[in-house]
């Protein structure tokens, strides 16, 4: 049983360009989040993705949107990047209603670079 | 803003207990408390979470303070692999928009050979 997948694994890009991120869940999970995690900082909650729409927003700008397509997996995108969203990025997959603490499976990460 | 605090880092020997502390003074009483940690380059892994009552898994134990406003993760024989940074997290414990994980800078918890 495959975990939560994400690509790409690394990212450079420069300043102004815009990026899309992917991330595959855990089989079975319908419920996508992602978080950004900054160098030596916990990771922040960005937005989470359930029925193929945001349910709830942390405090990002509007840059940063997603999309929930209807197998579950899920886009981060980033637009006009800036040097401070140089982070790893988080994607977490859960199941709504399937046990009593809707536990939250992590994937490894992309590693975005913005020079 | 995290709701806990944890000290920024610990050491353990190898073989022995490793106790991480947390204080999370205004949980309410429908939160959840929960650890994860993070070994590096990885996302972060689920360990254990508890209400109220004390509880163990196959990874770690969870002792909550009668009152509930402190938290002692246990590993009871940690290893080298141990090593990582350990995130006390509070939460409500239902699905729906409460399920995100709002983290601290938690505590690394360096094992020692």
């Known amino acids: 049983d495959a975990g939560v997948t994400q690509s790409p694994t690394h990212l450079i890009k420069t300043r102004g360009q815009q990026v899309t991120l992917r991330c595959s869940p855990k089989?079975?999970?319908?419920?996508v989040s992602w978080y950004q995690q900054a160098l030596g900082q916990g990771p922040q909650f960005i937005f989470q993705?359930?029925?193929?729409?945001?349910?709830q927003r942390g405090n990002f700008p509007d840059r940063f949107s997603g999309h929930q397509f209807p197998n579950y997996s899920s886009e981060l995108n980033v637009n006009a990047l800036l040097l401070g969203d140089s982070a790893l990025y988080l994607c977490?997959?859960?199941?709504?209603?399937?046990?009593?603490?809707?536990?939250?499976?992590f994937g490894p990460g992309t590693r975005l670079t913005v020079l | 803003d995290a709701k806990t605090t944890q000290p920024t880092s610990m050491d353990c020997a190898e073989g022995r207990a490793a106790n991480l502390p947390c204080n999370h003074s205004?949980?309410?009483?429908?939160?959840?408390v929960y650890w994860y940690r993070q070994i590096h380059s990885q996302g972060p892994q689920y360990i254990i979470h508890?209400?109220?009552n004390n509880e163990t898994n196959e990874m770690a134990s969870l002792i909550i303070t009668e009152d509930r406003k402190s938290s002692t993760l246990i590993l009871p024989h940690a290893t080298l692999r141990d090593t990582a940074v350990y995130y006390c997290?509070?939460?409500?414990?239902?699905?729906?928009?409460?399920?995100?994980?709002?983290f601290g800078t938690g505590t690394l918890l360096a094992v020692q050979p």
């Open positions: 977490a997959s859960s199941l709504e209603w399937g046990n009593d603490y809707n536990e939250q499976f």
């Open positions: 089989s079975g999970h319908d419920t």
């Open positions: 993705y359930y029925e193929e729409e945001e349910r």
């Open positions: 205004t949980i309410s009483g429908n939160e959840y």
């Open positions: 508890g209400l109220k």
């Open positions: 997290i509070v939460r409500l414990n239902y699905g729906g928009a409460t399920n995100k994980l709002i």
